[in-house]
């Protein structure tokens, strides 16, 4: 039996667990080398060749969707589309006879960033925010974010950003949030119940931590949580159906505020050397043998 992961060739993460759990153990299926692979799927099994090797349906214990359109072509052309829709019918053959772990991509869309944001606030501080069309803000400056984190152009997406509103488009729609000065970036990941929080500390970008590791890396250290944020962050993805997720807080004075659950959040760079059992953890319930719960 094996473990299916439907990605693209320069995933890290899905490298890192391959590495982890063997070769022998996983099926690598890379949508933007889609063209190297032969498909044949009717109404009762279907099968995917690679180069390598061969895989049928009934071969495959665990279908893990990692990050297959994270394309740096974003030109959406018919036969793109439709390749997308078969990548997609084959996690949903499979996810339908409860083979699917940790992501379930249809509620990167169900559960949208809005609708995260409110139900965040019954368990969490979360600044606040407002979401404006044809509409004056009602903040001055602020931070906009991006709702769906597209690629805008060849390689570039939209950063969280400090803006002045005034000065704002308001015929496009924006997506808006309080700025809060922090002192430290927390990252949560969240597996099956289990709490791995990492932070990091005195970045320089102080509104979006991506930008300050492309040009000044820096290590995520391990963040021991209280029990009652980590009771908070359970409540709160079981309330979403979240069996995975990665959260993002900010840290100031001393007081945790919610900004976001990335329901296919990237997490291996936070432990890459398996330094926190991060890496191991991820893998148990990646290989093809081990008990998991499955999506419903």
């Not at 153990?25 to 099994?45: A, E, G, Q, V």
Request: one cysteine or more; proline letters at 2%.
């Amino acid at each position: 039996m094996k473990t299916l992961i439907i990605t693209n060739s320069y995933d890290v993460t899905s490298d890192m667990i391959i590495s982890h759990v063997g070769h022998e153990n996983i099926f690598r299926l890379n949508f933007d080398l889609l063209s190297d692979y032969s498909i044949y799927i009717n109404s009762k099994t279907f099968s995917i060749s690679s180069p390598q090797k061969k895989i049928y349906e009934n071969e495959i214990s665990k279908v893990y969707w990692r990050k297959p359109f994270n394309t740096k072509n974003n030109t959406e052309y018919y036969e793109l589309v439709e390749r997308k829709l078969m990548l997609k019918q084959i996690f949903n053959i499979l996810f339908e006879k409860g083979k699917a772990i940790l992501v379930n991509p249809h509620k990167e869309s169900s559960i949208g960033k809005l609708l995260q944001l409110r139900t965040a606030n019954n368990f969490f501080k979360v600044p606040e925010w407002e979401m404006i069309f044809n509409q004056k803000s009602q903040f001055t400056e602020c931070i906009t974010k991006s709702l769906s984190s597209s690629i805008i152009d060849i390689d570039k997406i939209l950063y969280s950003t400090k803006v002045i509103t005034n000065e704002l488009d308001t015929s496009e729609c924006w997506h808006l949030q309080n700025y809060i000065k922090k002192e430290k970036d927390l990252t949560v990941v969240y597996i099956y119940g289990e709490i791995y929080a990492f932070e990091l500390e005195g970045t320089f970008n102080q509104i979006d931590w991506r930008k300050d590791q492309i040009a000044n890396t820096k290590k995520w250290q391990l963040h021991k949580i209280n029990p009652h944020l980590s009771n908070s962050i359970d409540n709160y993805m079981k309330k979403l159906n979240l069996d995975y997720g990665r959260l993002d807080f900010v840290i100031s004075n001393d007081e945790y505020f919610f900004l976001e659950v990335n329901i296919n959040g990237q997490w291996a760079f936070l432990d890459t050397q398996n330094e926190y059992g991060l890496l191991s953890a991820m893998s148990k319930y990646i290989h093809p043998l081990t008990v998991t719960k499955f999506l419903k």
